[in-house]
């Protein structure tokens, strides 16, 4: 089976909410939302396909935005989706989703429909509008009688690090099927996330402790470990152990900038990731990806660069997050800022 390359696609700003941590809006909250036309989104579509056929992977797309949905061609799009077999997962909002509108998403391929929760009722209404937590619990059950995976994604702060464990109860509660978490990227003039190496160590234990349990319970729940250091935590206790016969130089894991994944704005901008500020490479409108893939996009794949990665013996598995790095620091090769490990 050919691997799959995943394309974050934003087809549109637009959005019901204007969440304090938001990527799109960090800096300039009265800018206008773009969108991108139906002409532009075929030939976008047909440059990623090229892409794929050219290094021999299959496509993916996580469709999103702003709120997908509110995208006037939203079901056109999802429909030469279908035609052509290309599986996708949307990440969205809970407020235009009921039965009809997820039968017909479930009827033209979607595998996932991923929700936010960053924090319990007070805290998730104040990162994003009121109503949004309730909302997100009600739409969890309609999602999953149309046969669509949910999926609780949570951005972890230090506005927030203290409810995770009940956001993890609260999800499990309502039936969600996959549950995963990552943490805030610093943008625009806020340069830290507030949560010290440490105290997300502790997190992370707290929360395996957590998932083990659910486990043994027979809690349907999958707990999608997302963010890299969970393999570092992993190596400390015994449960993540180097391969005898892993290659050097070879790349097995950790972050999948530069190796199975890139984004696409609106405008067309291709970028690195999403959640790394400045990395645009490319447009999918006027440069053939699989051109952007060998040349603009090879800075990301220089392993020797990161600062404390190249040294650690995990750096082909873990590499933490750049995205974080870069956010706080302002250098993607810079040490993972919650990385809590000593390397000589």
Request: negative net charge; charged residues 25%.
């Amino acid at each position: 089976m050919r691997q799959y390359f995943s394309f974050q696609w934003h087809i549109t700003d637009e959005c019901d909410q204007r969440c304090k941590h938001c990527y799109i809006y960090a800096g300039d909250s009265g800018k206008p939302p773009e969108r991108m036309g139906w002409p532009q989104m075929e030939r976008v579509m047909a440059n990623c396909l090229d892409f794929c056929e050219t290094f021999n992977r299959l496509p993916y797309f996580y469709i999103t935005g702003g709120d997908p949905i509110l995208h006037p061609d939203f079901w056109r799009l999802l429909e030469a989706l279908h035609a052509r077999g290309i599986p996708f997962t949307i990440l969205g909002n809970p407020f235009h989703l009921d039965d009809a509108v997820c039968a017909r998403l479930r009827s033209l391929g979607c595998e996932k429909y991923q929700l936010s929760l960053d924090g319990m009722r007070e805290t998730h209404d104040w990162f994003r509008k009121p109503g949004s937590f309730d909302c997100t619990l009600e739409r969890i059950p309609v999602i999953r009688r149309a046969g669509i995976r949910s999926v609780i994604m949570t951005t972890v702060s230090g506005r927030n690090i203290d409810e995770v464990p009940e956001i993890i109860d609260t999800a499990v509660a309502c039936g969600v099927d996959v549950f995963a978490f990552a943490r805030y990227c610093p943008t625009g003039e806020e340069r830290e996330t507030g949560i010290a190496p440490l105290r997300y160590r502790e997190l992370l234990e707290t929360c395996d402790r957590k998932f083990k349990a659910y486990e043994m319970a027979g809690c349907h729940t999958y707990f999608n470990k997302k963010d890299h250091l969970w393999t570092l935590y992993a190596y400390e206790i015994g449960e993540f152990s180097l391969p005898p016969d892993a290659q050097p130089g070879m790349i097995y894991g950790g972050c999948n900038c530069g190796n199975c994944h890139l984004t696409i704005l609106p405008s067309g901008e291709l970028y690195a990731c999403r959640r790394v500020q400045n990395s645009r490479v490319g447009s999918a409108l006027t440069d053939r990806i699989a051109d952007v893939w060998v040349h603009p996009m090879e800075k990301y794949r220089d392993y020797d660069r990161f600062a404390k990665c190249a040294r650690c013996e995990l750096l082909a598995w873990c590499r933490g997050c750049p995205a974080v790095a870069r956010g706080t620091n302002g250098n993607f090769y810079d040490a993972d800022p919650q990385c809590w490990k000593d390397v000589v």
